[in-house]
T-cell receptor
Framework: GESVGLHLPTLSVQEGDNSIINCAYSNSASDYFIWYKQESGKGPQFIIDIRSNMDKRQGQRVTVLLNKTVKHLSLQIAATQPGDSAVYFCAENSINTNAGKSTFGDGTTLTVKP | DAGVIQSPRHEVTEMGQEVTLRCKPISGHDYLFWYRQTMMRGLELLIYFNNNVPIDDSGMPEDRFSAKMPNASFSTLKIQPSEPRDSAVYFC???????????FGEGSWLTVV
């Protein structure tokens, strides 16, 4: 069946290093991808998104890369800070087939060591 | 602007009791979603509405769960009777239109003992 999954459940990095969180998806009809950050005790918060007509999109300290050929999505966080420690989810959406609902991956826990 | 507002934030109830979770979506958002999050199953979509009409309820676990959206600014998720396995965080979320960012509330933390 269709699924969205993360390669690694946990990631530990040193403060100041760059972080890369990966995500694989299997629905070739997906055309909109979103990264969310969930801090302990809170709901997921939007970080950055990308549509399938793009390969790369940059935000403040974050970059999302999309490789449609291998159905792979990544989130890069530059100069990782302790406040970046959280669970990160990728989500995929297909406007035409899912009418707006998103499918979420399992999440990667990012721990930033001071 | 206020985000998605959920209540209660925390609830502890006894097995067999009725639980009602409430949600106020972001004003102007046409889509409302109910998700459940557990360690074992992650984030699961239970049901979502478009313009107050349920579109897809295939994620609703069983008949004990029901959701309503009587108007554009209010939705409820009801569990009756509740069971210990219903213990989870229930998130309400809303979005402006298909393919747009989904904004989550802070969640309702439910414990059924």
């Amino acid at each position: 069946g269709e699924s969205v999954g993360l390669h690694l459940p946990t990631l530990s990095v040193q403060e100041g290093d760059n972080s890369i969180i990966n995500c694989a998806y299997s629905n070739s009809a997906s055309d909109y991808f979103i990264w969310y950050k969930q801090e302990s005790g809170k709901g997921p918060q939007f970080i950055i998104d990308i549509r399938s007509n793009m390969d790369k999109r940059q935000g403040q300290r974050v970059t999302v890369l999309l490789n449609k050929t291998v159905k792979h999505l990544s989130l890069q966080i530059a100069a990782t800070q302790p406040g970046d420690s959280a669970v990160y989810f990728c989500a995929e959406n297909s406007i035409n087939t899912n009418a707006g609902k998103s499918t979420f991956g399992d999440g990667t826990t990012l721990t930033v060591k001071p | 602007d206020a985000g998605v507002i959920q209540s209660p934030r925390h609830e502890v109830t006894e097995m067999g009791q009725e639980v009602t979770l409430r949600c106020k979506p972001i004003s102007g958002h046409d889509y409302l979603f109910w998700y459940r999050q557990t360690m074992m199953r992650g984030l699961e979509l239970l049901i979502y509405f478009n313009n107050n009409v349920p579109i897809d309820d295939s994620g609703m676990p069983e008949d004990r769960f029901s959701a309503k959206m009587p108007n554009a600014s209010f939705s409820t998720l009801k569990i009756q009777p509740s069971e210990p396995r219903d213990s989870a965080v229930y998130f309400c979320a809303s979005s402006l239109f298909p393919g747009n960012t989904i904004y989550f509330g802070e969640g309702s933390w439910l414990t059924v003992v």
